[in-house]
C-alpha cells in the first residue's frame, strides 16, 4: 500500500489542558487514488492532513509512504521529504503578488528534481490566456488554479487539498474539483482531500469520515461518480 498510517495519535496542551485530537488512526490510501477526509470542524481531518504533510508532528504512531517512514526524520530530512514528495492546496492561494501566474506556478518547479513541462501544465489548468497577468487581475477561481499549478509542477506524488474550494462559490468550487480530477488522471498523483462538504466525497475512490478524532467510516467508494455531476 502507497500510503499507511498505523496507530497515529496527537494531542495539545498538558496534563489537566491536555486535548486528544486523533486517537488511535489507521488507514491506508492506494497510489494515484482520490481520497477524502471529511467531517465537521474539530474532526481531526486538517491536522491529520498536517502530519500527513509533515507540518505537524504525531505524538505516537507510524506514518510511511512508498516504504518511506516519516516518523524519526530530522529537519533536513523532513525538508526534504516535503520537497520531494508533497505538493499542497489550500483554503488561502498564497499566491506571490508580484508575479504573474507562469511565474508563481514555475516557483513551485525550482523545488523539483523532475518537475512538469510548464507551458503544456498552464494549458491543462485552463491558464493559457492569463498566464502573464499577476494575482489581483485574476479571479478567486483563476487563483485557485494558479496555486494548484504551483503545487502540481513539482510533480508530487502525493497532492493535500485543505478545504480547496472552501472560499469559492458553487460552480467555481466545481470548476476546480474537475480540474483536480483531471490532474489526478493525468498525472497518477495521490490526492488527499480534507472537506466538510459531503457531496464531494462522490467523486473520491475512497471515503474516510472522521469525528471527535476518530475513524467512524473507511471504505472504497464503488459508485464514484465525476466532479462536474456532483450537486449540492
Not at 22 to 51: D, F
Request: hydrophobic share 35%; aromatic share 4%.
Amino acid at each position: 500500500m502507497f500510503l499507511q498510517i498505523k496507530d497515529l495519535k496527537k494531542s495539545y496542551g498538558t496534563k489537566e489542558n491536555k486535548v486528544m485530537v486523533l486517537h488511535g488512526i489507521n488507514l491506508e490510501v492506494e497510489k494515484g487514488s482520490i481520497c477524502v477526509l471529511l467531517g465537521p470542524s474539530g474532526s481531526g481531518k486538517s491536522t491529520l492532513l498536517n502530519i500527513i504533510g509533515g507540518i505537524d508532528s504525531a505524538d505516537s504512531g507510524e506514518i510511511s509512504i512508498n516504504g518511506s517512514v516519516i516518523q524519526g526524520m530530522n529537519d533536513r530530512e523532513l525538508t526534504l521529504y516535503r520537497r520531494d514528495h508533497l505538493g499542497y492546496i489550500f483554503q488561502a492561494y498564497n499566491l506571490i503578488p508580484d508575479l504573474t501566474v507562469k511565474e508563481n506556478i514555475e516557483v513551485g518547479a525550482y523545488l523539483s528534481k523532475d518537475p512538469l513541462e510548464l507551458d503544456e501544465l498552464i494549458d491543462v489548468l485552463g491558464l493559457t490566456e492569463h498566464k502573464d497577468k499577476i494575482p489581483s487581475q485574476l479571479s478567486g477561481g483563476q487563483q485557485q488554479r494558479t496555486a494548484i499549478g504551483r503545487a502540481i509542477i513539482k510533480n508530487p506524488d502525493i497532492l493535500l487539498c485543505d478545504e480547496p474550494t472552501g472560499a469559492l462559490d458553487y460552480n467555481t468550487s466545481k470548476d476546480i474539483l474537475s480540474l483536480i480530477e483531471r490532474v489526478n488522471q493525468k498525472y497518477g498523483n495521490t490526492v488527499i482531500m480534507v472537506t466538510h462538504n459531503d457531496a464531494i466525497k462522490n467523486m473520491a475512490d475512497r471515503v474516510i469520515k472522521l469525528r471527535d478524532g476518530n475513524i467512524r467510516k473507511d471504505y472504497i467508494n464503488e459508485n464514484k461518480i465525476k466532479a462536474e455531476d456532483l450537486d449540492w
